[in-house]
């Protein structure tokens, strides 16, 4: 379980948020939203250890993940980043193998049939059998991105963070790769996933964290969420609603024609 | 084996076999192979191995395939205190010793010039080994020219060039600590240079330590410049070319990368010193010579060809 206890996020010296409170459960699918800027990016990057809290604590299975060391934290927490940066000429295997990492210890330097049998299913679960031999570089944005998700998988941790893991896919591919994680939420992995588009937030998430003016605006389940005045002044746009046939709710910006 | 045949005398491979078997050998042959070719051939082996790997290992912690051991500042500042010492006229002897001390510090101040946080900063680090090598080799210069003056300017301008002639057993000796530990912590850093192939932020996010892998592969790659430059003087290209070509024919994996690095360096040295040995004998062509006149146009050609592949 994630626990977040009043905190406070700096960026530059500056307070980006503040006051975050909340939990979320094992098993559990949280998206992250709100406008650009809002610091969606920042608090993912806080639960997986990569940005000190200015104040309040983060913590994992109650263990705050700020004093954890990197190698157990990484046996928790996987994290998915949006950045695309590849130095060497490297094969979608072994970008995926990489996500072995904290299942060695230094001197361990052979790959284990556990960590051949974890790549492969991250691999397959993506579908990107027929690419594992493909040099990272020949791929499409959208295929590495699902390479990244893949190493994400192949860690096996309890934990998946993930900072807009579609924002290069098409509608098909989104809809796949947001299922499997939902799909993962059943094992009792606990997903938390920045993402832009609400209504797939909704359709796709337990629970929706919607951050806007430096604080956490909004944290409920989806239709809750998209039917508050919340998401109007936190996005600072009118908005349409519209009910579908299974009762669920979902948003769009009103457009003046 | 070539490097053992050639030289101020020239040896047939029987007489080499016989002296290393001590078979009935003439005793100035015997002395020839085990007292000056043979600490020799390993000396080369231990340069060439140890600029490959800690150039294989500065161009995977900083992502640059451009960069070569001597940006931690170790050769320059090495340059410096050598070339002054011999102006001031220190006894050969020290030089070495000197050097190596020189060597490591100025490693060190251009590590503290690159810091920021608990880690090092890629750009600083590239900045601040540019700037003070820059620095280094006009006070060197300085030191050049006021030797002319004096009977020392010759000494100078060999150690620059790069030699390993008169180095023994001793120096291999006393630099074999500093090389053990260098070996030690690059193979350490194996899994972290794996990691870090994709990445600063992504490595911390499988768990690597990136301060502390980074302190570890630069303090490694610096005692092996540092030991290099103690045996051989100013050995260049060998640190930035050999991890390109190792590159090439065994991939990225630090796994394969570094050991393919100490075979192809340690060749590659130990060819070059033989040709040095071989092309003027009885002279010497300086090894840093030969090897820039080798080195550019092949490095050119390989680094050409990739981007135009890419």
């Known amino acids: 379980m994630i626990g977040l206890e009043s905190v406070a996020l700096d960026v530059g010296g500056r307070r980006l948020l503040d006051g975050i409170d909340g939990s979320i459960a094992s098993g559990e699918f949280v998206a992250i939203v709100g406008p650009n800027g809002a610091g969606k990016t920042t608090l993912l990057r806080a639960i997986a250890g990569l940005h000190p809290p200015a104040a309040g604590r983060i913590t994992v299975d109650g263990r705050d993940v700020s004093t954890m060391a990197p190698l157990r934290r990484a046996l928790a927490i996987a994290m998915v980043t949006s950045d695309d940066v590849l130095f060497e000429a490297l094969r979608v295997r072994d970008v995926a193998a990489i996500g072995r990492f904290p299942h060695h210890r230094w001197w361990q330097w052979r790959e284990r049939p556990e960590d051949d049998d974890a790549v492969s299913s991250a691999l397959h679960s993506l579908g990107l059998d027929a690419f594992a031999e493909r040099f990272v570089w020949t791929l499409s944005t959208g295929e590495r991105q699902r390479v990244w998700i893949a190493a994400g998988l192949a860690q096996a941790t309890p934990v998946l963070l993930l900072d807009e ?93 | 084996m070539a490097s053992l045949l050639v030289g101020g005398t020239a040896l047939s491979p029987v007489d080499v076999a016989a002296a290393l078997l001590h078979r ?23 340069v060439g191995a140890g ?15 451009l960069v070569d051991p001597y ?62 090598s820059a620095l280094f080799s006009a006070i060197v210069a300085l030191a050049v020219i006021r030797a002319q003056s004096s009977n020392y300017a010759g000494e100078i301008v060999a150690w620059l060039a790069g030699t390993m002639a008169g180095r023994g057993w001793r120096d291999l000796a006393a630099t074999a600590p500093y090389v053990a530990a260098g070996c030690a912590l690059a193979a350490w850093s194996i899994p972290a240079l794996n990691a870090l192939r994709i990445g600063d932020v992504r490595a911390r996010t499988v768990g690597v330590d990136v301060e502390r892998a980074q302190w570890g592969i630069l303090a490694g790659a610096s005692l092996l410049a540092a030991s290099s430059v103690v045996l051989a003087g100013m050995v260049g290209f060998i640190g930035l070319l050999v991890p390109h ?31 040095c040995r071989w092309i003027v004998a009885p002279a010497e062509l300086p090894i840093g010579v030969l090897l820039a006149f080798v080195g550019v146009p092949a490095f050119l050609y390989l680094y050409l060809r990739d981007r135009t592949a890419s």
């Open chain 1, 165 to 257: 893991p579609t924002s290069h896919l098409d509608l098909r591919v989104a809809h796949e790769i947001l299922s499997l994680l939902r799909a993962q939420t059943r094992t009792g992995k606990t997903v938390a996933c920045v993402m832009h588009d609400v209504n797939d937030a909704a359709a796709y998430a337990d629970r929706i964290a919607l951050l806007g003016d430096g604080r956490l605006a909004a944290f409920d389940v989806p239709d809750r969420v998209l039917a508050s005045d919340v998401l109007e002044q936190t996005y600072g746009v009118a908005m349409q609603r519209l009910t579908l046939p299974d009762g669920t709710t979902r948003v769009f910006a009103a457009v003046d024609r």
């Open chain 2, 24 to 46: 009935q050998a003439d005793p100035a042959i015997v002395t020839i192979v085990w007292q000056l070719r043979l600490p020799r051939v390993c000396i080369a082996g231990v």
């Open chain 2, 51 to 65: 600029l490959a790997i800690s150039g294989a290992m500065l161009q995977g912690m900083l992502r640059n395939p």
């Open chain 2, 71 to 132: 940006l931690t500042g170790v050769s320059a500042g090495a340059a410096v205190a050598v070339a002054l010492a011999i102006l001031a006229g220190v006894s050969a002897a020290f030089t070495p010793a000197i050097g190596f001390v020189a060597g490591i510090a100025a490693a060190l101040a251009v590590a503290a010039l690159a810091r920021r946080g608990g880690g090092i900063d890629p750009t600083r680090l590239i900045l601040a080994g540019v700037s003070l």
């Open chain 2, 245 to 275: 070509v190792a590159r090439r024919f065994v991939g990225s994996d630090a796994r394969a990368m570094l050991p393919a690095c100490a075979l192809a360096g340690a060749g590659l040295c130990a060819l070059a010193d033989a040709a």
